[in-house]
């Protein structure tokens, strides 16, 4: 069964969804957002999701402690579990993700992955930016990114 809930944060409002006993989905509404099939509903899990969420947007919080169902293609899990190895308040490339999952000419590849990243904030892709060392993509918004990433205290 699947379940989830919504929330107002300072980044906007939050879907976050449960499956499996894990967190599988977390991401913004948008106008054009697609709501779960599951049950609307608040479970301990998905709450203590949105706790962490909140703790680590003001500033409380540098880890979660969540049990992630992360699913896609072989090319994304490898990505998003590399995304999972940046510390809080570093950045790495599109191109540095490439080369440490082994495939150094992907940096589009991963930028698509990191696109398409189920798990926002608690899979930072929002730490990851252009060659150029500019920010580039986020599907939460350009702007989410840049806050979170002054959050962290990121110096571009």
Known sequence: MEYWNTY??????????QKENKISRIETVKSNSEYPKGEKVETKLIKKAYEQISEYLEGKRKEFTLPLL??????QEKVWKALLEIPYGEIRTYGEI???IGNEKASRAVGGASHNNPIMIVVPCHRVIGSNKKIVGYAGGIEVKENLLKL?????
């Open 70 to 75: 992360i699913k896609g293609t072989k090319f």
């Open 152 to 156: 962290e205290q990121v110096i571009l």
């Open 8 to 17: 107002k944060t300072k980044i906007g409002t939050l879907i976050i969804t």
């Open 98 to 100: 490439a080369k440490q």
